[in-house]
């Protein structure tokens, strides 16, 4: 519908927005710190916290798709009874598990392949640039998402839209300045000796070409499943678990690859959670938590507008780098978050000509 669903009489599609915003501020400094915090001996693998991240999505999405389903099924039954839902309950699952496997499963399996490619060159990225450098560059997403939005869903953008994002290029820009000429850039991080021991290995060439690639796929593959996901009737969440079930295998392959054929006395699952530590487990929670919320963004709202979610999130970065960090604020931020936060208002303002015949544009 217009309004669409609604959380405490707050519209699910801002709800999302903001919930992403702060999602991905917190996962680029949660992500970075459970790198750096540890010299690189005692790193974790991120082919397994990608790994562990669909897994756990995939799951979650199962959950839900069956509890719809089972609300659906109750809807046409009439007797209500604790017997009576769990002698249901397989029926749900077959109908689900139909569902998931039907012949159009494999349109997944495209940003499947792209989302575990980003999420991979993520893990690089962020190991290799500070947070706030790697936060702004990152948004270049939104112009990969404007530019595969306008060419594979054939959206045309009004001239106020494209002046909006050009705005909010602008506004990165100048964040970005202040990041890259701040006297002390490495204040990304607690300092300690590990800390520091990691900065000389940070490879800021190798962090920005992995951004460059990450910004390709994700406009590429958030675009594929809009398109996916709009045009059908498929559930959402049955799309989710379509998309992690053939994201296993391109997760699993650097993993099977680099597994040596003789495992430690602890096995494959204790050579694969090595190091697994607290962050690395707060990264993978709040990875799974951003898919999720994703996932009903695209739905309720649209890739062009989660770009601008996620933008506002650099604002979020900076003030928890101010608290965490000590970072300093600079005339420049402000003045670069403000332009994004102009351009997100921009964007969102109402077309004017759609609903207006032409050459008789309303009055405001
Ligand atoms: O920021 P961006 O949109 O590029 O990141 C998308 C993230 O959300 C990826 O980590 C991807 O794995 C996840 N995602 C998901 N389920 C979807 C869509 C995206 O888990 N349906």
Redesign the pocket.
């Known amino acids: 519908g217009s309004s669409g669903p609604t959380i405490c009489g707050l519209p699910l599609k801002y709800v999302s927005l903001i919930t992403l915003a702060v999602q991905?501020a917190a996962l680029a400094i949660v992500m970075h710190y459970s790198r750096i915090s540890t010299p690189p001996a005692l790193a974790y693998s991120p082919a397994s916290a990608v790994l562990l991240?669909?897994i756990l999505?995939g799951s979650i999405s199962f959950v839900i798709a069956l509890m719809n389903k089972h609300e659906a099924s109750k809807m046409t039954r009439q007797n209500s009874g604790v017997w009576d839902t769990v002698r249901s309950l397989p029926i749900s699952f077959w109908d689900l598990w139909g569902e998931i496997f039907s012949p159009d499963c494999w349109k997944l399996s495209i940003?499947a392949i792209l989302?575990?490619v980003?999420?991979s060159l993520?893990f690089v990225a962020v190991s290799n640039l500070p947070v706030a450098t790697f936060q702004v560059t990152?948004q270049m997403?939104i112009l990969t998402?404007a530019a595969f939005s306008v060419a594979l869903l054939r959206r045309t953008l009004s001239p106020m839209k494209w002046l909006s994002l050009l705005f909010l290029a602008f506004g990165v820009g100048i964040v970005q300045i202040q990041s890259s000429t701040s006297s002390s850039p490495i204040k990304d991080g607690p300092v300690g000796s590990a800390h520091d021991f990691h900065m000389h290995i940070m490879n800021p060439f190798k962090g920005f070409c992995a951004v460059t690639v990450?910004?390709l796929?994700?406009?590429l593959?958030?675009v594929y499943?809009e398109m996916v996901?709009k045009g059908s009737k498929a559930d959402?969440w049955v799309?989710?678990v379509q998309?992690?079930l053939f994201?296993l295998i391109p997760a699993l392959m650097p993993i099977i690859y680099a597994t040596p054929s003789n495992y430690s006395q602890g096995g494959i699952l204790a050579d694969l959670f090595r190091n697994f530590g607290l962050w690395a487990w707060a990264t993978v929670g709040i990875?799974?938590f951003?898919?999720?919320v994703?996932?009903v963004v695209?739905k309720y709202s649209d890739?062009i507008l989660?770009?601008f979610a996620?933008s506002l999130s650099i604002i979020f970065s900076f003030l928890a780098s101010v608290v965490l960090f000590e970072f300093t604020i600079t005339p420049s931020f402000i003045i670069g978050a403000s332009v994004v936060l102009v351009a997100t208002w921009m964007y969102n303002q109402p077309p004017a000509q759609e609903s207006a015949l032409p050459g008789s544009l309303p009055g405001s």
């Open positions: 991905n991240n669909e999505k940003p989302y575990v980003q999420n993520q990152y997403k998402t990450a910004c796929t994700s406009g593959a958030g499943f996901l959402l799309r989710n998309l992690s994201s990875q799974v951003g898919g999720l994703t996932a695209i890739n989660k770009g996620t």
